[in-house]
RNA sequence: GGGCGCAUAGCUCAGUUGGCUAGAGCGUACCCCUGAUAAGGGUAAGGUCCCAGGUUCGAGUCCUGGUGCGCCCA
C-alpha cells in the first residue's frame, strides 16, 4: 500500500477551473469590448434601469487634439467606476462622453500646416479644415478612450462643434443678451500690427529686443501727502513703452512699499528737482546719473497717494495716482505708468478705478487723430524718439537708455506686438447681482474635497467681467450685424434666437456661409438699417462659454436622455477657474441655478518623484502605451488605489506594482473559481445553514464587514479605500487564512459532504460579492470572473447588469467576532512558534507539529480549551493541548511546539493517531477512511 | 509675488476630539511547501512622522515661520 499513494490523491477534490493564471489582459480586454458592443451591454444596461432614480455624471469634453495621457485616463476611469457603481446600486446612470472641438489650437494647427497659404483662405475653408482635424482626433481620443473599459454611449457623444451644440450655446447667449448681462467695452488685447490681427497668448513668442526706457517726471497737482510740504513735485515714473505715453490716465503704486520724496540737483541744467519714488530705488535711479547729492524730504508709503492727482506732460490731462499689488521695487522707480489702453495689467486697475481706456492707434499700429498733432499717423515704434524728444523738450524727462529685455513677437509676422485696446463682448458678473448670485449657487453645491468651494469662491468673488468675445474663425460666432453708416450694432435676444434656429439646422457656417441678406433677423429694421450697409461680425465666442454651455446643449437636450441637474461634474482640480466656473456662471445667468449637485475633482499625474508629468519633461508615461503593455485593468487598479484628493504619482514601478496586486486578485478568484467547478450542479435550495461550520460564520461576519466598508468606501468616491481594503480582504482574511484553513474540508472531505458544502457555500458568497464590487474598477476581469460562476442560467448576462451587494444580517454575532480576535491571536503566537521549529529544521510544513499552549489566565485557557478543535484546524497543525498553569505569573501564553510523534496520513497528510487504524487503508487516518467508505459506496 | 492644496516605512495608505513603545498591505530578506505551482504559506528587518521654533506634563496630531511639490492667477 505505501507505494500506491498515486491513487489516494485521484480521491481528493482538487481545484480544477478553465480561469487561466495569466491575465493576457491585451489580448482578451479586447474581445471583451467587441462582446459589450456586439451584445449592446450600454443599451441593455439603460433599458434595465429605465424609470430608476437618475443620476447623471455630466462628462465634461477634453479637447480634441492629441493622443489621451494619464491625466485623461484618471478622469476617465475614475468617472467610469462613479458610473458602473451607480448602476449597480440600481440608479438609471447614463454616462454621454462628449469633446471641446473649437478653439485655438486646432486653428493654429491648421494655420501652421497651411502656412502663408491661409492668409487668402476663406473662413469657411479654414473652417472646413478645424473640423477634419478635430473630428480626426474625436476619433482617436474615442478608441483609447473605449480602450479603457469605458462604458458610454460612444456612438451618440455630444461635441461642441455639433448642430444642435452650437443651437444650444446661442441659446444661452439670447437669454443672457435677454437679461441684460452682455455689453462691449474697450479692452487691450496682443496686436499684430504686420498682420493686423488679434493673437492670443499661446500664439506669442518671446525674444530679446532692444527698447528706449525712459524716466519721466509728472507733476503733482493735488493731494500730495502733507509730509512733502510745499511743491513743487513729480512722480516719476520709468516705462520702456514711451508711445504709450499718450494713452497714459494714472500712475500706480504699490500700498504697503516705502516712498520717498527727494531732492537734488540736475547735473546738466543746474535745476533743483523734488521727486516721488520708491526708497529702495533711489540710489539706484541717481547713480545712473551719477548724483551723489541728494536730501530725503520725506517718507511715507505708497497708500497715502492714493488721493493725489498729476498733470499729464504733455496733454491737457489730469492723471490719479492708484494702487496696485504688481508694482514691486525690483527695477524702475516703483511708480508705474498706467494706460489701461495698452496693458494688462493697466486694464485690471483701470476697471478697478474705472478709468477711460485710451487707444489711440488703428490696427496697422498708427497713431489716429485721438492721439496729439505731433504722433497722428506715425506707427508706434517709429513716434518712439519723438515721444521721448518731446519729453526732453519739455523738461520733464530725468533720464533715457537703451534696455535689452524680453519681448512678444507674433508667432507668423515675427514683428513685435503691442497692446491695443479694442472693443470686445463682455458678460457683466455685476449685472442683477451675477456675481453674488453665483456665491450663493456656490453654497448650495457640495464640492469634494471641501476646499473646492473656497477655490472656486475667490475666483468668482475675484473675478473681473468676462470677456466672451475672440478674434478667431474657429467658434461659435457671435452673430451681430453692424450697420457700417451709423455703427449701431444688432444683437438681440430675438436675432440670437433666430441664429440659434438657423445654426440647429445649418450649423455654424451657415454664418459665413450665408449672405447678409440671408441673415437679417426678423427684428432688424431693415428700413433704418438698409442690409448693404450691414456687415457681419467676425468674432466667436470664447471656448469656456461653449462647454459653460453643456448643462443647455447637453443636459437639457432630449435626444441625449439626460437631466439637470446634474448628480455629479468630475473633473481636475483646473476646472476650478475652468469649466466649473463658466458653467456656473452661465447656469446661474440663464436658469437661476447651479448646473450641478456635487463637484468632485482630483489631482494631476504627477512622476514618482512628484515632479509634472510633462511629455517635454521626459518623465511623462504613455498612458496608450501602458494600456497596451499591462492592460486596461492593471491601470484602473493602479488608478483606484490611490487617493486622487492629491496630485496622484506614477511610475512604472507603482503601475509593476498594481500587476502584482492584479494578480493576487486574480488568483484568489482563480482558487475560488477552481474549488466551485462541482457546486454548479449544488441545489443551494437544499443547503442547511446548520451545517455552516464556526470559521463558515465567521468569514461571512467578515464578509458583512467588507460589503459595508466598500460601500461606504464607493459612496463618498473614495475607491482607493474600497480597492485597498478588497486587496488585504483577498490577501489577508483569504488568501494566507481562510482558504488556507479551508484546503483540507475542501480537498479530503467527501465531495457531496455537508463539510465541504458549507465551505463551497461561503466561497460561493465571497465569489458572488467580491466580483460584484470590483466589477467597477477592473470591468474585464469581472466579466471573466462572471462567464465561469456557477450556476449560469439563473445569472444575468453581464457582471455589469448585477447589482451591489448587501450585508447578510444573519451572519452578524459580535461575540463570536470578538472571540476569534482571541482565537487569531493565538493563532499568531502558534505561528512564531512554528517558525522556530523550522528554523532548527525540526519540521517542514505545520502539520507537522504538535502544539502545547501554557497560560496562567483562567479565563484564557478556558476559552482556547473550549475551542480546541477550531483553533487545531485554524492552525493546521497535527496535536494541541492547552495548559492552565495558575501559579506562574506569565500572564500571556507560551507556545511549546515540537514535532508530531504521530504517523503521516497518506492521503489528508495530516499527522494524526488514527494512522493505521484501518486494515484495508492502514496508511490512512479515520477521516480519510470514512470518505473513502462513501467514496467506494457512492462509485 | 498672491490664492487653494499636499508632505507618516522603498511603494500605496491608516493614524477620531493632542497620550504611540507610530500601524496595515505590498515590496525586500530569509525560511517552508510542492495537492492554488510562472502559484501557496511563514518569520523578520524597515520610520529623527519634510525642517526649525513655540504652546503643553505630553505633539505625527495644535500655532508660527521655513523648505519642497502641484493647481490656478499675476
Excluded at 506669442?204 to 509728472?218: N, R
Excluded at 500730495?224 to 513703452?241: K, V
Excluded at 454575532?813 to 525540526?842: F, Y
Aim: one cysteine or more; a negative charge.
Amino acid at each position: 500500500m505505501s507505494t500506491n499513494a498515486k491513487p489516494y490523491k485521484e480521491t481528493l477534490n482538487l481545484p480544477i477551473t478553465k480561469f487561466d493564471m495569466k491575465a493576457n489582459l491585451t489580448v482578451k480586454e479586447p474581445l471583451f469590448q467587441a462582446r459589450w458592443a456586439n451584445q449592446d451591454l450600454y443599451g441593455q444596461i439603460r433599458e434595465a434601469r429605465k424609470g430608476q432614480e437618475m443620476r447623471v455624471l455630466h462628462d465634461g469634453p477634453p479637447y480634441a487634439n492629441g493622443e489621451i495621457h494619464m491625466g485623461h485616463l484618471l478622469n476617465k476611469v475614475l468617472k467610469d467606476i462613479v458610473v458602473r457603481y451607480l448602476t449597480m446600486r440600481g440608479y438609471d446612470s447614463p454616462y454621454v462622453p462628449g469633446w471641446d472641438c473649437h478653439g485655438l489650437p486646432i486653428e493654429h494647427k491648421v494655420a501652421k500646416d497651411l502656412g502663408s497659404k491661409a492668409a487668402g483662405m476663406a473662413a469657411t475653408e479654414i473652417r472646413a479644415l478645424c473640423q477634419v482635424e478635430a473630428m480626426k482626433w474625436v476619433g482617436i481620443q474615442r478608441d483609447q478612450f473605449k480602450r479603457l473599459g469605458v462604458s458610454g454611449d460612444w456612438d451618440h457623444p455630444y461635441l461642441t462643434l455639433d448642430r444642435r451644440y452650437e443651437a444650444g450655446i446661442l441659446d444661452v447667449l439670447a437669454d443672457l443678451v435677454e437679461k441684460g448681462y452682455v455689453f462691449r467695452q474697450l479692452k487691450p488685447i496682443h496686436w499684430d500690427i504686420h498682420d493686423r490681427t488679434a493673437l492670443a497668448e499661446a500664439e506669442l513668442e518671446y525674444e530679446e529686443v532692444t527698447s528706449p526706457s525712459v524716466f519721466v517726471l509728472f507733476p503733482f497737482k493735488t493731494g500730495m501727502p502733507s509730509a512733502l510740504g510745499d511743491g513743487p513735485w513729480s512722480a516719476m515714473i520709468w516705462t520702456t513703452t514711451p508711445w504709450t505715453l499718450p494713452a497714459n490716465v494714472a500712475i500706480a503704486a504699490h500700498p504697503n512699499l516705502d516712498y520717498v520724496g527727494v531732492r537734488f540737483v540736475d547735473p546738466t541744467t543746474g535745476k533743483t528737482i523734488q521727486a516721488v519714488l520708491a526708497a529702495a530705488l533711489v540710489d539706484k535711479v541717481l547713480s545712473l546719473r551719477g548724483i551723489t547729492e541728494v536730501t530725503e524730504v520725506a517718507r511715507f508709503k505708497g497708500a497715502e497717494l492714493e488721493s493725489s492727482t498729476y498733470q499729464h506732460v504733455f496733454l491737457p490731462r489730469t492723471g490719479r495716482l492708484v494702487m496696485a499689488d504688481y508694482v514691486s521695487a525690483e527695477d524702475g522707480t516703483g511708480l508705474v505708468h498706467t494706460a489701461p489702453g495698452h496693458g494688462a495689467e493697466d486694464y485690471m486697475t483701470g476697471q478697478k478705478y474705472g478709468l477711460p481706456t485710451l487707444s489711440p492707434v488703428d490696427a496697422t499700429g498708427r497713431f489716429t487723430d485721438e492721439a496729439p498733432d505731433w504722433l497722428v499717423g506715425k506707427g508706434v515704434f517709429v513716434a518712439n524718439p519723438e515721444v521721448v524728444a518731446k519729453l526732453e523738450e519739455l523738461g520733464v524727462l530725468y533720464h533715457q537708455m537703451p534696455l535689452r529685455h524680453s519681448y512678444p513677437h507674433g508667432w507668423r509676422s515675427k514683428k513685435p506686438v503691442i497692446f491695443r485696446a479694442t472693443a470686445q463682448w463682455f458678460i457683466s458678473v455685476e449685472h442683477q447681482g451675477l456675481r453674488a448670485q453665483t456665491l450663493v449657487a456656490i453654497n448650495g453645491v457640495r464640492w469634494l474635497p471641501s476646499w473646492g468651494k473656497s477655490r472656486i469662491d475667490a475666483m468668482v468673488g475675484g473675478r473681473p467681467d468676462w470677456c466672451i468675445s475672440r478674434q478667431r474663425a474657429w467658434g461659435v460666432p457671435i452673430p451681430v450685424l453692424t450697420c457700417e453708416l451709423t455703427g449701431y450694432q444688432h444683437l438681440t435676444a430675438t436675432s440670437v434666437r433666430f441664429y440659434r434656429d438657423l445654426f440647429r439646422n445649418e450649423g455654424a457656417n451657415a454664418w459665413y456661409s450665408r449672405s447678409v441678406a440671408e441673415l437679417v433677423p426678423p427684428d432688424l429694421d431693415t428700413t433704418k438699417y438698409p442690409v448693404e450697409n450691414l456687415t457681419k461680425g467676425t468674432d466667436i465666442l470664447d471656448v469656456w462659454f461653449e462647454s459653460g454651455s453643456s448643462h443647455r446643449a447637453v443636459l437639457d437636450e432630449p435626444t441625449y436622455g439626460l437631466n439637470r441637474p446634474a448628480y455629479l461634474y468630475l473633473e481636475g482640480s483646473d476646472q476650478h477657474r475652468g469649466w466649473f466656473q463658466s458653467s456656473i456662471l452661465t447656469s446661474v445667468a440663464a436658469n437661476g441655478v447651479a448646473p450641478f449637485q456635487t463637484v468632485l475633482t482630483h489631482g494631476f499625474v504627477v512622476d514618482e518623484h512628484g515632479k509634472k508629468m510633462a511629455k517635454s519633461g521626459g518623465n511623462a508615461i504613455s498612458a496608450v502605451k501602458a494600456t497596451e503593455q499591462y492592460g486596461a485593468d492593471v491601470l484602473r487598479l493602479y488608478v483606484a488605489s490611490m487617493d486622487y484628493a492629491e496630485d496622484v504619482r506614477m511610475s512604472e514601478k507603482g503601475i509593476k506594482e498594481a500587476s502584482e496586486a492584479y494578480r493576487k486578485i486574480r488568483n484568489t478568484f482563480r482558487y475560488l473559481l477552481g474549488n466551485l467547478e462541482d457546486y454548479a450542479s449544488f441545489d443551494p435550495a437544499s443547503f442547511e445553514v446548520a451545517d455552516l461550520q464556526e470559521i463558515d460564520r465567521w468569514m461571512l461576519g467578515q464578509l458583512n464587514a467588507l460589503i459595508r466598508d466598500v460601500t461606504a468606501a464607493y459612496e463618498t468616491f473614495d475607491f482607493y479605500r474600497a480597492s485597498q481594503r478588497i486587496y488585504q480582504f483577498c490577501s489577508v482574511d483569504l488568501s494566507s487564512f481562510y482558504l488556507d484553513v479551508l484546503k483540507d474540508r475542501l480537498y479530503a472531505e467527501a465531495a457531496q459532504g455537508a463539510e465541504r458544502r458549507a465551505a463551497q457555500f461561503v466561497m460561493a458568497k465571497l465569489h458572488e460579492t467580491l466580483v460584484t464590487m470590483l466589477a467597477p474598477i477592473m470591468p474585464h476581469t469581472a466579466e471573466e470572473i462572471f462567464d465561469l460562476t456557477p450556476r449560469s442560467a439563473t445569472k444575468p448576462a453581464s457582471v455589469h447588469l448585477a447589482y451591489w451587494p448587501t450585508p447578510d444580517p444573519s451572519f452578524e454575532d459580535a461575540e463570536l467576532a470578538a472571540r476569534w480576535d482571541t482565537l487569531r491571536e493565538a493563532r499568531e503566537s502558534i505561528l512564531v512558534a512554528l517558525e522556530g521549529l523550522r528554523k532548527e529544521k525540526e519540521i517542514g510544513s505545520a502539520q507537522e507539529a504538535a502544539v502545547a499552549i501554557v497560560t496562567s489566565d483562567a479565563k484564557l485557557a478556558q476559552l482556547l480549551e473550549s475551542n480546541r478543535a477550531t483553533l487545531l484546524t485554524i492552525c493546521m497543525v497535527s496535536d494541541l493541548v492547552i495548559v492552565h498553569r495558575s501559579g506562574e505569573d506569565n500572564q500571556k501564553l507560551t507556545v511549546h511546539a515540537s514535532k508530531s510523534t504521530h504517523l503521516k496520513c497518506e492521503r489528508c497528510w495530516n499527522y494524526r493517531q488514527t494512522v493505521g487504524g484501518s486494515a484495508r487503508h492502514p496508511s490512512l487516518c479515520d477521516r480519510c477512511v470514512r470518505v473513502l467508505a462513501a467514496f467506494t459506496s457512492e462509485a
